[in-house]
């Protein structure tokens, strides 16, 4: 197994920390600037990879969105894509792949069982069929105890902070990686089978705090800025379950085939288009938010935006399905009230958003250039297609501050 080494330039990190310390309790500097270990040849991975796929036995792998066929060899596994013959991620990242492809599979079949279905999927419909220890659990709990279990299973990881959890668990000291978790986005939504998501995301191991109390290293390890992401990646779970993902060299969505169990690549190289024609957001919310943004609304759905064409609405409500149809097609998903989470959410999104040629901003910050400064920080959140957030951006005013409990 590759051991567990430390990169210290800084070439994915080129604004690090650009925002000042609010939180005088945290002692920032003990999180070195330093980027990812991976990939050492980002630059040169997709060509090397394209290339020897096309000499090989095979050459149709990357047209598979277009030509489905009987060769299974034209549909690469992550495992496949992201091992010794593919990218050449590391062995230790490709067995905690492994452990992670099994935990989405659990969930996804999870979120799809009529078991579920008739318990009552949630914490809401389940109150009413069970009580004490026969009270099953909701679903966003019963996922965060299977990516658990996995991630303790890998022998990769040494620590995990989860949205469902106060504090980061502390899993095993050698363990090369800190992964952080949405377990299941989108569960309000859940006993109406609209799509979910989990959301993750994953750094080194910051070996220099190694010699810390096991609270604050986890802690610390948890917090560092999502520049310094060396993978993240969610899964759909929709009509059909997609782990869309990128090692730090573009972002590749690998689609469930349910008869072998196995991720299979479906759409190498994603590139978000550069703008798109639909924008998603709640917009019941309208009333509470700032006059930019309210303008920059108004302004591209009557089409007198930078693009001369009326913008559509869509939204889910549910993140990970959200960001997916903007990744497809471009636009902007939005939410502008402090509700989503920047460990979870915002960095592993942003990573991709950017991997795929997108953006992420809080509106006016990249979203990998901020801090964090908390486990559970709130911020706002705008992703999507390079021009459409800077348009956005040029509004200012673009962040909700009034932000009032809303029960749906
Ligand atoms: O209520 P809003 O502002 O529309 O927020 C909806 C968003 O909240 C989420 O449901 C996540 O919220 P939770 O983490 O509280 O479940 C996202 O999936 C969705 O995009």
Redesign the pocket.
């Known amino acids: 197994m590759q051991s567990h080494t430390v990169i210290t330039s800084n070439l994915h990190n080129p604004n690090p920390n650009p925002n000042p310390n609010p939180n005088p309790n945290l002692n920032l500097n003990l999180i070195p600037n330093f980027s990812p270990k991976f990939p050492p040849n980002a630059l040169r991975f997709r060509r090397e990879f394209f290339t020897r796929r096309r000499s090989t036995s095979m050459t149709s792998s990357f047209k598979i969105n277009s030509k489905m066929d009987n060769n299974r060899d034209a549909f690469p596994t992550i495992t496949q894509f992201a091992g010794k013959e593919g990218a050449d991620v590391g062995d230790d990242l490709v067995v905690l792949y492994g452990h992670l492809e099994y935990a989405f599979k659990r969930i996804a079949a999870l979120v799809a069982s009529p078991v579920n279905s008739s318990l009552g999927k949630s914490s809401g419909g389940a109150e009413d069929v069970g009580s004490g220890r026969d009270k099953p659990k909701p679903l966003d709990i019963v996922s965060n105890e299977i990516i658990l279990s996995c991630l303790r299973h890998s022998g990769k990881v040494a620590v995990m902070a989860s949205?469902e959890d106060d504090a980061p668990v502390w899993i095993t000291d050698d363990g090369p990686f800190v992964v952080v978790t949405?377990p299941l986005?989108?569960?309000?939504n859940i006993d109406a089978s609209i799509p979910t998501g989990t959301i993750f995301g994953i750094y080194n191991r910051l070996i220099e705090l190694d010699g810390l109390p096991v609270e604050e290293k986890a802690l610390l390890n948890s917090l560092q800025s999502g520049g310094r992401l060396i993978a993240a990646g969610y899964v759909l779970y929709s009509s059909a379950t997609i782990l869309c993902t990128s090692f730090g060299s573009s972002a590749h969505a690998f689609t469930l085939d349910h008869s072998t169990g196995d991720f299979v690549l479906t759409h190498p190289n994603i590139k978000i288009p550069p703008r798109g024609q639909i924008y998603s957001v709640?917009d019941a919310?309208y009333f509470d938010w700032p006059e930019g943004l309210r303008r920059y609304i108004d302004t591209i759905r009557q089409g007198k935006g930078k693009f001369p064409k009326k913008y559509s609405a869509r939204y889910i409500?549910?993140?990970v399905a959200?960001f997916h149809r903007t990744l497809m097609y471009g636009g902007v998903a939005m939410?502008p009230?402090d509700?989503?989470r920047l460990v979870y959410e915002a960095n592993p999104l942003s990573f991709l958003a950017e991997q795929a040629g997108g953006k992420g901003s809080d509106g006016k910050h990249r979203i990998l250039s901020i801090q964090p400064v908390k486990l559970h920080q709130r911020l706002p959140l705008f992703l999507g297609s390079p021009d459409d957030i800077d348009e956005l951006e040029s509004y200012g005013d673009v962040q909700q501050t009034v932000n009032p409990g809303?029960d749906v």
């Not at 986005?185 to 309000?188: L, V």
């Open positions: 949205e949405d986005d989108g569960s309000r709640n919310r409500c549910s993140l959200d939410n009230r509700h989503l809303y």
